[in-house]
T-cell receptor
């Protein structure tokens, strides 16, 4: 069974540009969550998509957005990039949560560097 | 919102000794507590998890305990080995929050041979 796949693995962008990251979840997983990982702030939740709908959102500015397609693949977009957006962006896929918690499987991440 | 604090931030142990990492959470509605291990340059991977209806869970050299009253949970690694060196993250989630995980700040564990 293929794991969670994120593309691209590395990105270098200039301040002010926008970027789109992609995540393909494990087959059968309908929930996709995105996290930002930085040395200073640790792992922070961005948002979760389930059945093409945003189900949860973290405390990030509106420049961060996402979407999910009918095949459960997800993309996240960051507009007007700032230096502080430099981070490892991790995607995690999960089975449907039945209220008791379920394992999140992480992708390898996309390392974004804003210069 | 939920807040998870994790201690210590770094932990150095001799091979064969035990390691203990502690986390506290703020939301009494949290009911799922996973622990992830992240090796350098790799993705976080689940090593053990516990749900609020259980007080303790063991898997070979790894155990987790949960105290709902005090709102804290701990990871115990016995007979540590060099391959246990990594960053460990605790996390918490609540039933109404879907699959959203709130993570602790991480503990860098170094096992010295």
């Amino acid at each position: 069974k293929a794991g969670v796949t994120q593309t691209p693995r590395y990105l270098i962008k200039t301040r002010g540009q926008q970027v789109t990251l992609s995540c393909s979840p494990i087959s059968g997983h309908r929930s996709v969550s995105w996290y930002q990982q930085t040395p200073g702030q640790g792992l922070q939740f961005l948002f979760e998509y389930f059945s093409e709908t945003q189900r949860n959102k973290g405390n990030f500015p509106g420049r961060f957005s996402g979407r999910q397609f009918s095949n459960s693949r997800s993309e996240m977009n960051v507009s007007t990039l700032e230096l502080g957006d430099s981070a490892l962006y991790l995607c995690a896929s999960s089975l449907v949560d039945r209220g008791l918690g379920t394992e999140a499987f992480f992708g390898q991440g996309t390392r974004l560097t804003v210069v | 919102g939920e807040n998870v604090e994790q201690h210590p931030s770094t932990l150095s142990v001799q091979e064969g000794d035990s390691a203990v990492i502690k986390c506290t959470y703020s939301d009494s509605a949290s009911n799922y507590f996973p622990w992830y291990k992240q090796e350098l340059g790799k993705r976080p991977q689940l090593i053990i998890d516990i749900r609020s209806n259980v007080g303790e869970k063991k898997d070979q050299r790894i155990a987790v305990t949960l105290n709902k009253t005090a709102k804290h949970f701990s990871l115990h690694i016995t007979e540590t080995q060099p391959e246990d060196s990594a960053v460990y993250f605790c996390a918490a989630s609540r039933k109404a929050a879907g699959n959203k995980l709130t993570f602790g700040g991480g503990t860098r564990v170094l096992v010295k041979p």
